[in-house]
């Protein structure tokens, strides 16, 4: 396909990207915590994908090239709007992630909102993490890449790919673990690592 656009065929880049539309996104939200941001990020990264994809090679996988150039593409934003690139832990600012979700009729409203709860939690904890460790932690556990595929796109070794996943853990247990203790029985934990 990329063949095909490279050779003019221009209407087709749509077709190639509608997979990873929804991952690109995502990665630019969880690093800029705003979805009209993101936004933008996410449709400045495909159109430097289209203008660059002449010099993709196919070393590696299309999605992990794209995730590349988002995270670029978020991290230049950043750098915009803070010279410094540090993250405060004070920073209770909250990125506006609201998926749209159906009500399930069966649940139990009281359990509906302690999941609320622990997701919200779980959201400003990862949103407090240090950048370099929140990207690693985005990568892994919640667009589930590999150790390789982290490790490209975000162009450190696998070794620093699982330390920066180790560290990030142990920082989320540290800040969660108190909180998610007492609001979960552990029977319903679902968390490994804490």
């Given amino acids: 396909m990329i063949a095909k656009i490279l050779t003019g065929q221009t209407e087709i880049f749509h077709e190639l990207i509608r997979p990873y539309e929804r991952s690109v996104y995502l990665m630019a939200l969880s690093l800029l915590h705003n979805e009209a941001e993101a936004e933008d990020a996410a449709q400045d990264a495909f159109l430097k994908a289209y203008r660059n994809l002449g010099s993709f090679r196919s070393e590696s996988r299309l999605s992990t090239w794209l995730i590349a150039i988002v995270l670029n593409e978020a991290r230049a934003r950043l750098r915009r709007?803070?010279?410094?690139?540090?993250?405060?832990?004070?920073?209770?600012?909250?990125?506006?992630?609201?998926?749209?979700?159906?009500?399930?009729?069966?649940?139990?409203?009281?359990?509906?909102?302690?999941?609320?709860?622990?997701?919200?939690?779980?959201?400003?904890?990862?949103?407090?993490?240090?950048?370099?460790?929140?990207?690693?932690?985005?990568?892994?556990?919640?667009?589930?890449?590999?150790?390789?595929?982290?490790?490209?796109?975000?162009?450190?070794?696998?070794?620093?790919?699982?330390?920066?996943?180790?560290?990030?853990?142990?920082?989320?247990?540290?800040q969660l673990a108190p909180q998610l203790k007492s609001a979960v029985p552990s029977s319903r934990r679902r968390f490994p690592w804490f």
């Fill in 81 to 174: 709007k803070q010279p410094t690139l540090t993250d405060s832990i004070d920073d209770d600012s909250e990125g506006a992630i609201t998926p749209a979700q159906l009500t399930d009729w069966r649940e139990i409203p009281s359990d509906s909102l302690a999941r609320q709860e622990i997701r919200n939690l779980i959201r400003q904890a990862v949103s407090a993490l240090p950048l370099p460790y929140r990207e690693v932690f985005v990568l892994r556990e919640i667009e589930e890449r590999n150790v390789q595929e982290t490790a490209e796109t975000l162009g450190i070794t696998t070794a620093s790919v699982k330390m920066r996943l180790h560290r990030a853990r142990m920082m989320l247990q540290k």
